[in-house]
Nanobody, 127 residues
Framework: QLQLVESGGGLAQSGGSLRLSCAAS????????VAWFRQVPGKERQGILC????????QGGDSVKDRFTISRDNAKNTVSLQMNNLQPEDTAVYFC????????????????????WGQGIQVTVSS
């Protein structure tokens, strides 16, 4: 069964940190670009950061102003999102997603469709 599973979410205080992980089963994550998204009820889903298959290309970050970093460990089939200096406006459900495209190699973008998604994990930041 192909799936992505997020972990590491929960409650943090303003200024605190959390580290989200996205673990893949049934697929070789190194073959995919991976992105983190977040969504607040009633608002559109927002792309945060994405990382290419090798990890050499990273896109996004404007919405989190260098407070968040994305990394991957292809040997462990995981991608992480380190979130520092969390603020109440970071409260959302966070999703990881994987995508690969025939004409794009070792690159990531929010302009193409990610076909595999995790179930999401709640992050709540208190003020």
């Amino acid at each position: 069964q192909l799936q992505l599973v997020e972990s590491g979410g929960g409650l943090a205080q303003s200024g605190g940190s959390l580290r989200l992980s996205c673990a893949a089963s049934g697929l070789t994550l190194r073959d995919y670009a991976v992105a983190w998204f977040r969504q607040v009820p009633g608002k559109e889903r927002q792309g945060i950061l994405c990382i290419s298959q090798s990890g050499t290309n990273i896109q996004g970050g404007d919405s989190v102003k260098d407070r968040f970093t994305i990394s991957r460990d292809n040997a462990k089939n995981t991608v992480s999102l380190q979130m520092n200096n969390l603020q109440p406006e970071d409260t959302a459900v966070y999703f990881c997603a994987a995508g690969r495209w025939d004409y794009v190699h070792d690159f990531c973008t929010f302009g193409l469709i990610y076909e595999k998604w995790g179930q999401g994990i709640q992050v709540t930041v208190s003020s």
